[in-house]
């Protein structure tokens, strides 16, 4: 029996957009904000460091909180759509901050303001706006293909929006003259395609009613019932939860190494402008083994051995781009980083069914 079907593509591409909003902020932040402040603020990189990592303690805790928030909010908009809309506005003013820090401040106040613009950003606004974003894929379709589809448009904007972000940034904060002032002038024009592309993607689909979702859920009135410590409770007791976090902090490991590439283009190699063409590189693979992973599962039959050896491939090509970096060949960190991504498009492909799973697991979980 066919499952019933509730998107439009439009719907689908809608929502996909609210990634280029996410991303205007991650990819922006990640691959820039530590060049920005030693360049052009004169702050020091171990200071900046030591204060993103505390910032990151205050993340961890606020996840859980505002997940437990949305999954308890009733509204006309639905439970998701209001964090992930209103947090967008949040996103945009603080990621503005963290970029405009005075430069007539003396160096204890620039420390603090972007301590505080960077947590209020990172760990408040910004999670609050992209825990609600990946929430809507189980509050507007009941259909697990239109899940799984959704999941994947998320995906192409995501790594579009790097592409473009990683690749223009640096040219054009020379266009504008460079400086504080330019840095202040690009992170007001990417915060402006947020919210517009957020905006978007919020009312490019409409949730379920409960009545609706409540077939999804066997335990779905007793867990509005649950507290925030039972709730904790229940996460570090599920096995899939504690794979998923292992998952996430090898990913954030290895997203901390690339994001200090644009360092690497301007130190090493001696020209900023690689950082670009390493994006691409890095994207238009991922992109390309994105689309063609439904062949490549078809005729393997199955997901498991396709991620099993795309993934061997990628780890051997990241040594050699390792190889090639300490040889200083750039031609060859180039292919390697084409061959890297193309192993890890399959995996990247499946992070949506990933999640669809673990959440499945995560509802059928007992209540305490």
Not at 68 to 74: L, V
Not at 153 to 168: A, D, E, H, P, Y
Not at 215 to 240: C, H, M, P, R
Request: proline share 2%.
């Amino acid at each position: 029996m066919e499952e019933k079907t509730y998107l439009k593509w439009y719907n689908k591409v809608g929502y996909g957009t609210g990634d280029i909003a996410g991303n205007v902020v991650y990819a922006f932040l990640s691959s820039f904000v530590m060049i920005y402040l030693t360049n052009t603020v004169g702050l020091n990189s171990g200071i900046v460091g030591t204060l993103i990592a505390v910032s990151k303690l205050f993340d961890g805790v606020t996840d859980i909180f505002f997940g437990t928030m949305i999954d308890r909010t009733k509204s006309k908009m639905g439970k998701a759509r209001p964090w992930m809309f209103y947090g967008f506005f949040g996103c945009a003013v603080t990621l503005f901050g963290v970029f405009a820090i005075p430069t007539s401040l003396g160096k204890t106040a620039q420390y603090a303001w972007f301590f505080i613009a960077y947590t209020l950003l990172n760990a408040v606004f910004y999670t609050a706006n992209n825990i609600a974003y990946a929430a809507l894929t189980s509050l507007v379709t009941k259909n697990s293909k239109e899940r799984v589809q959704m999941g994947s448009f998320r995906f192409m904007f995501s790594f579009g929006t790097n592409l473009v972000i990683q690749s223009v940034t640096v040219g054009a904060v020379e266009m504008f003259g460079g400086g504080a002032a330019a840095w202040r002038t690009i992170a007001f024009i990417y915060c402006i395609i947020g919210i517009i592309t957020n905006t978007l993607a919020v009312f490019s689909v409409k949730e379920l009613s409960d009545e609706e979702l409540k077939d999804d859920s066997v335990a779905g009135e007793e867990d509005d019932k649950l507290s925030f410590k039972q709730t904790i409770k229940l996460l570090f007791s599920n096995k899939y939860f504690s794979m998923i976090c292992v998952i996430y902090i090898l990913q954030q490991l290895r997203a901390s190494m690339v994001n200090v590439g644009i360092f690497f283009m301007t130190y090493v190699l001696l020209n900023k402008n690689l950082f670009g063409v390493f994006s691409w590189a890095n994207n238009i693979p991922l992109i390309i083994a994105l689309a063609v992973t439904p062949a490549l599962v078809s005729k393997m039959k199955g997901m498991y051995k396709l991620n099993k050896y795309s993934y061997m491939l990628a780890t051997v090509c990241r040594l050699m781009v390792a190889v090639a970096g300490y040889l200083g060949s750039v031609p060859l960190m180039l292919l390697f980083t084409v061959l890297t991504s193309l192993g890890e498009g399959p995996w990247q492909g499946d992070i949506p069914r990933i999640l669809m799973y673990v959440s499945s697991a995560v509802n059928t979980l007992p209540v305490l």
